[in-house]
Nanobody
Framework: QVQLVESGGGLVQPGGSLRLSCAAS????????MSWYRQAPGKKRELVAHITSNGGSTNYADSVKGRFIISRDNSKNMVYLQMNSLKPEDTAMYYC??????????WGSGTQVTVSS
């Protein structure tokens, strides 16, 4: 079955960095567009970053442009989110998302990122 397992979250001070990872299995990873979403308490889940199946195109939420970088390694079935210059408002649960060619979306269970001094 499809599995998306996030890791790399934690507590970091403002201005710090974290790298999130998502390990995918159970589907043809190289054919799927991948995204990172986040959801803060009391807020709607929002798209943070998106990368196409071959990694040739990325896009970002305005709030993270210039600070976050999404990447993928199709040989390892992995997608990453490098987060730099973190701010308290980046605090949220971060979710990995796969959009397969069939149109089916799958979600991981999330990893918590807390930015606080």
């Amino acid at each position: 079955q499809v599995q998306l397992v996030e890791s790399g979250g934690g507590l970091v001070q403002p201005g710090g960095s974290l790298r999130l990872s998502c390990a995918a299995s159970g589907f043809t990873f190289s054919s799927a567009a991948m995204s990172w979403y986040r959801q803060a308490p009391g807020k709607k889940r929002e798209l943070v970053a998106h990368i196409t199946s071959n990694g040739g195109s990325t896009n970002y939420a305005d709030s993270v442009k210039g600070r976050f970088i999404i990447s993928r390694d199709n040989s390892k079935n992995m997608v990453y989110l490098q987060m730099n210059s973190l701010k308290p408002e980046d605090t949220a649960m971060y979710y990995c998302n796969a959009l397969r060619v069939s149109g089916v979306r799958s979600w991981g269970s999330g990893t918590q990122v807390t930015v606080s001094s």
